[in-house]
């Protein structure tokens, strides 16, 4: 497959530091399950690299981060305003995780707490209707999830193509040129189980001692979604 569009892959955090020299840090994690065949220009948000011109951005990718978007964070309210514009010009977009929570915000939704609380581990979710971000995928499939937030109210122009009982809008449209995410696709269980042995103080406090090591002897070795996901937006949004 060649891609013929270089994506701006905005950074909107970073992983564990000690995470790092095992698995890297997000660029590296997409890198992976785009098997190389995207040519990225990064973007590191949070530690002051500049938005590029909108005009200048071919296809944009929007990756997770350990803060949330309702802290209002100079840097992430600066780069919901650059969003809309990028999203105005109908370039191929794609959010995860905070980036579909960011990219709601940037176009008139709104994004809060889970009033369920943490989501976390491999998770099933359903598709609304047919999307081609999900061919070859069955009508529920499951994903690596990580997250206390959620978009609690769309943009007007979005559409849910995936929920569940947790998130109600666990992927949108917005508009033919535009996905987006609650899910990682770029994450293993290697690093699954990182975030869970990172977080387990707060995963047994909310579900009760011994609830992060249940979690994370539940993980499956492998999903096959993130893979899937990544070949099919490559292939429809981005040749």
């Given at each position: 497959?060649n891609?013929?569009?270089?994506v701006?892959?905005?950074?909107t955090?970073e992983t564990?530091?000690?995470l790092?020299?095992?698995?890297?840090?997000?660029?590296?994690?997409?890198?992976?399950?785009?098997?190389?065949?995207?040519k990225?220009?990064?973007?590191?948000?949070p530690?002051?690299?500049?938005?590029?011109?909108?005009?200048?951005?071919?296809?944009?990718?929007?990756?997770?981060?350990?803060?949330?978007?309702?802290?209002r964070?100079?840097?992430?309210?600066?780069c919901?305003?650059?969003?809309?514009?990028?999203?105005?010009?109908?370039?191929?977009?794609?959010?995860?995780?905070?980036?579909?929570q960011?990219?709601?915000?940037?176009?008139?939704?709104?994004?809060?707490?889970?009033?369920?609380?943490?989501?976390?581990?491999a998770?099933?979710?359903?598709?609304?209707?047919?999307?081609?971000?999900?061919n070859d995928?069955?009508?529920?499939?499951?994903?690596?999830?990580?997250?206390?937030?959620?978009?609690s109210?769309?943009?007007?122009?979005a559409?849910?193509i995936?929920?569940?009982?947790?998130?109600?809008?666990?992927a949108?449209?917005?508009?033919?040129?535009?996905?987006?995410?609650q899910?990682?696709?770029?994450?293993?269980?290697?690093?699954?189980?990182h975030?869970?042995?990172?977080?387990?103080?707060?995963?047994?406090?909310?579900?009760?001692?011994?609830?992060?090591?249940?979690?994370?002897?539940s993980?499956?070795?492998?999903?096959?979604?993130?893979s899937?996901i990544?070949?099919?937006?490559m292939?429809?949004?981005?040749?």
């Amino acid at each position: 497959m060649n891609i013929d569009k270089t994506v701006t892959l905005l950074k909107t955090g970073e992983t564990f530091e000690n995470l790092k020299p095992h698995e890297g840090c997000y660029e590296q994690w997409f890198d992976r399950v785009f098997e190389g065949k995207v040519k990225w220009d990064l973007v590191n948000a949070p530690y002051g690299d500049l938005l590029p011109d909108p005009s200048k951005v071919d296809a944009l990718l929007i990756s997770g981060s350990p803060v949330s978007v309702y802290e209002r964070l100079a840097w992430s309210v600066a780069c919901s305003e650059w969003i809309a514009k990028v999203w105005a010009r109908q370039v191929p977009i794609l959010g995860i995780c905070y980036g579909h929570q960011l990219l709601a915000d940037a176009l008139g939704g709104e994004v809060k707490a889970s009033p369920n609380g943490r989501e976390m581990g491999a998770i099933r979710v359903s598709q609304c209707g047919n999307d081609a971000l999900f061919n070859d995928l069955g009508s529920e499939f499951e994903v690596w999830q990580t997250h206390i937030d959620e978009v609690s109210r769309m943009p007007d122009q979005a559409k849910i193509i995936a929920t569940n009982e947790h998130s109600k809008v666990q992927a949108m449209s917005i508009g033919d040129h535009c996905r987006s995410v609650q899910w990682h696709p770029e994450m293993n269980q290697e690093i699954m189980s990182h975030y869970v042995q990172e977080r387990q103080e707060v995963i047994d406090a909310a579900w009760g001692e011994g609830a992060a090591s249940q979690l994370s002897a539940s993980l499956p070795k492998q999903l096959n979604s993130g893979s899937i996901i990544a070949q099919n937006f490559m292939k429809n949004w981005l040749n």
